[in-house]
């Protein structure tokens, strides 16, 4: 950007909200201050936090206002928070405040019991050490244009204490709210259209899915029961549901209950349908059975599913019923008359009476008998071929060209073949590398139908880590082998005689990692990844091969080793939360271009590479911060996220040499850009700038000039070279006017455009209520006189030229 000429100052008040009533200067700005929110030791909106050492944490019953507190033990020494990230309403300058208690708290080299801001300096108050009663601390501080903080109940602090603290009645308070002056500045920008890159790949606007918290189970799929095949005994041995320390609710015991006597529910091992066991429900003279609570219904909606069962054929009907209050009124029925002594399958339908999110399914067997409950299944009636119509909607929408599947740290442990056949019939497992379990309800066949559905190419990750060459080949001849290969058969016998034709394939997932299942050192791993890759394309030869990178000693090592067994080797980075607006949008482009840095490099230091054109697939990139709101790592994304995303296409844009694929990562729910709950689903901020440059962003990108990191500015032609389309994404409170210089070209007409923007940086977009962040039309511009970006903006111009 050109020496910027500040021509106006316009001081005023922000004040940023996320709802819809105003903040009073003495509003706490932390949720659940006293931790009496929450579940056994994981208190609602807190986190915890380790840096060094061993911690325990705990909620006490002995608070200093309420009935509980949050505790930190350490009898080694640690230095560890409970933490929470804190959305501010305003510039300005606030107090921190809370309640500590220390006993025996012997500094080892830290500073003792103390709050603090994290990663500010003069926020943190006084430290206590030895044993002290409850204690008032606080200090105040001013803060400029960040916006999202991260308060810390810290034992230890910048070096480690051993002892115990307790810590009650946190408070973070506007005091007073500040003026900042907002700019508007003006520059140039020079557009050269005589000097070009290479195309944009269509690939640059890929995604990532993966089998991990609701993802697929629970975003995507649209099965509404959890453990439909009774993975877990009945009843639970535990609580159902617990707690993350991120704040996500995740699956840990049975979801079913017992209707009547408890002794009337066993789980039997003689010939489940699925599994080890399923449940056995003896009736004698009493009612008896089994349900399954919080089912979210829509008044008027249609719902059906199906019930496998067998038993005894003079027991007496058995009933469906989806339940939505107690009066009988309140439920509709389904009679299944006579049981077969081999497990079949019954339909049924039902339409809701309410809106309700406690809705429950029940199945109950009156007289005299005993039956078996296979398995069960409950959607909504408008389901697509088993996925979610609202989902699938937005994924349309989003129109991204392929999706990489099914993982991620997932792949390492996942056996493919556990997701061909009768889906009733599919073994249902732990998930191997994230919480809570695999039902195997969407296996291959239905991740090629979803591809299908929504337009894309499916690209499928193989398992490297526990799986093996064989495993690899198989899956690919599964894929891709005629009907007289054995997988080819073994396809067309699971209804799709044609192959799938997939064409990308991921040769394992993040090898280099040491939470990776099947981790191993790199001069093993390349062996490993040579024979993989071999076994496949010995298969397929017209399959394209992407391999498992890192830049730095990995890549370096699998570019000089498996050079000749990769078309495309993969990066991952994940950015966090930085308070700065420009510090925060900038990492994702920083980190994409020291990616492409390196790369360059490799290719003039390893002679492996030597006329070979191996490119990057950045199949997992995206910010990765805060509690997860949408399940397990179901983090909430906001304005300023998605303008690091919009800047990060712009890098993308100016290394189409070096980048050939990039996968957004995930798409629903988990680090996704489309959000669910259990009946809506909407656009999460970072879908807007994907969905906006796919479909009007130009493919063959031109050198732009006069631009700096607080205005992006990236141009390109469309494929035609009719039109000049110029994105623009502000990183600043300030507004920009910008005159464009564009050398070769002649501006024809009128651009016409579209902008992302908002006056706060943590707007969002919440399911089931109106979108703070949306695409709406720009004012129509003439590039013969300056245009005006707003602050913390996306821009697209669209410009006829000649």
Request: charged share 20%; net charge negative.
């Given at each position: 950007m050109n020496r910027k000429k500040m021509v106006q100052t316009l001081p005023f008040l922000l004040v940023f909200l996320l709802a819809a009533a105003p903040l009073s200067a003495a509003d706490n700005q932390v949720l659940n201050p006293s931790f009496e929110s929450g579940r056994g030791n994981t208190p609602q909106q807190w986190i915890r936090s380790t840096w060094a050492g061993n911690a325990e944490f705990l909620i006490d019953q002995q608070g200093h206002s309420g009935k509980k507190c949050a505790k930190i033990n350490a009898s080694e020494g640690a230095d560890a928070a409970w933490s929470q990230n804190v959305n501010l309403p305003s510039p300005g300058r606030y107090r921190l405040s809370g309640w500590i208690k220390t006993e025996n708290l012997v500094v080892q080299n830290g500073a003792g019991a103390l709050l603090n801001i994290h990663g500010l300096e003069p926020a943190r108050t006084k430290a206590l050490t030895g044993t002290n009663d409850w204690t008032k601390v606080e200090c105040e501080f001013d803060i400029a244009a960040e916006n999202q903080l991260m308060v810390n109940c810290l034992f230890g602090g910048w070096g480690q204490a051993a002892g115990t603290a307790w810590f009650d009645d946190i408070a973070l308070e506007l005091l007073e709210a500040k003026k900042i002056e907002s700019k508007t500045c003006t520059s140039t920008v020079q557009i050269d259209a005589s000097q070009t890159e290479e195309p944009i790949s269509k690939y640059i606007y890929g995604q990532f899915i993966e089998h991990l918290g609701r993802c697929i189970y629970g975003g995507i799929w649209a099965e509404m029961l959890e453990d439909r095949k009774f993975y877990y005994p009945i009843p639970a041995r535990r609580e159902t549901w617990r707690t993350t320390r991120e704040q996500a609710r995740v699956l840990a015991d049975s979801p079913w209950k017992v209707i009547g006597p408890q002794d009337a529910v066993t789980m039997t091992t003689e010939n489940p349908l699925s599994g080890k066991h399923c449940p056995l429900i003896r009736v004698d003279g009493q009612s008896a059975g089994i349900y399954q609570e919080e089912l979210a219904l829509v008044k008027g909606r249609e719902y059906i599913g199906r019930i496998v069962l067998r038993g005894e054929a003079a027991l007496n009907p058995i009933e469906i019923s989806l339940v939505w209050a107690e009066r009988d009124r309140d439920r509709q029925t389904a009679t299944i008359q006579k049981l077969s002594k081999t497990f079949t399958a019954y339909p049924f339908k039902f339409r809701a009476g309410v809106d309700t999110d406690n809705a429950r399914l029940e199945i109950v067997g009156s007289g005299k008998g005993s039956f078996a409950v296979g398995a069960v299944s409950l959607m909504p009636a408008d389901n697509v071929k088993g996925f979610r119509k609202d989902t699938l909607e937005l994924l349309r929408k989003l129109d991204s060209p392929v999706y990489r599947w099914?993982?991620?740290?997932?792949?390492?442990?996942?056996?493919?073949?556990?997701?061909?056949?009768?889906?009733?019939?599919?073994?249902?497992?732990?998930?191997?590398?994230?919480?809570?379990?695999?039902?195997?309800?969407?296996?291959?066949?239905?991740?090629?139908?979803?591809?299908?559905?929504?337009?894309?190419?499916?690209?499928?990750?193989?398992?490297?880590?526990?799986?093996?060459?064989?495993?690899?080949?198989?899956?690919?001849?599964?894929?891709?082998?005629?009907?007289?290969?054995?997988?080819?058969?073994?396809?067309?016998?699971?209804?799709?005689?044609?192959?799938?034709?997939?064409?990308?394939?991921?040769?394992?997932?993040?090898?280099?990692?040491?939470?990776?299942?099947?981790?191993?050192?790199?001069?093993?791993?390349?062996?490993?990844?040579?024979?993989?890759?071999?076994?496949?394309?010995?298969?397929?030869?017209?399959?394209?091969?992407?391999?498992?990178?890192?830049?730095?000693?990995?890549?370096?090592?699998?570019?000089?080793?498996?050079?000749?067994?990769?078309?495309?080797?993969s990066e991952h980075f994940y950015c966090q939360s930085l308070p700065d607006l420009t510090a925060h949008v900038r990492q994702i482009p920083n980190a994409i271009r020291g990616k492409c840095d390196a790369h360059r490099k490799y290719r003039k230091d390893i002679p492996a590479l030597k006329g070979k054109d191996i490119r990057i697939a950045m199949d997992e990139w995206n910010y990765w911060y805060g509690p997860h709101v949408f399940g397990e790592l179901g983090t909430r994304y906001f304005l300023k996220d998605a303008l690091g995303i919009a800047a990060g296409l712009h890098e993308y844009f100016r290394n189409t040499d070096i980048c050939f694929m990039a996968n957004y990562a995930q798409t629903v729910n988990v680090i996704g850009c489309i959000k669910t709950t259990k009946t809506d689903a909407i656009f999460d901020s970072t879908a807007y700038p994907l969905m906006l440059y796919r479909k009007e962003f130009g493919s063959l990108p031109v050198k732009v000039s006069g631009w700096d990191e607080n205005l992006d500015v990236a141009a390109a032609l469309t494929e035609d070279k009719k039109f000049l389309t110029i994105g623009a994404v502000n990183a600043t409170w300030d507004t920009y006017q910008v005159r464009f210089d564009l050398k070769s070209l002649t501006a024809s007409g009128k651009a016409n455009g579209w902008v992302i923007t908002h006056e706060n940086p943590l707007a969002c977009n919440d399911p089931g209520r109106p979108a703070l962040v949306d695409i709406q039309p720009a004012p129509q511009a003439d590039l013969s006189r300056e245009i005006a970006f707003k602050p913390i903006s996306i821009t697209i111009y669209k410009i006829p030229v000649r």
């Open positions: 099914p993982g991620g740290n997932f792949v390492s442990g996942y056996n493919w073949q556990d997701g061909l056949g009768d889906p009733d019939k599919r073994p249902t497992l732990t998930n191997p590398a994230w919480t809570g379990i695999e039902t195997n309800d969407v296996g291959i066949h239905e991740f090629i139908e979803l591809c299908r559905l929504i337009n894309a190419e499916p690209m499928i990750a193989v398992n490297t880590g526990f799986g093996d060459a064989y495993s690899a080949a198989a899956e690919v001849e599964y894929c891709n082998g005629s009907i007289d290969t054995p997988n080819g058969k073994w396809r067309a016998q699971n209804g799709q005689s044609k192959p799938f034709n997939v064409k990308w394939w991921c040769v394992g997932n993040e090898m280099f990692g040491r939470w990776q299942l099947g981790y191993m050192d790199i001069r093993h791993y390349v062996l490993k990844h040579n024979w993989i890759e071999e076994k496949m394309r010995q298969t397929d030869p017209s399959i394209r091969t992407i391999a498992v990178g890192d830049a730095g000693h990995w890549s370096e090592q699998m570019l000089s080793h498996c050079a000749d067994s990769m078309d495309l080797i």
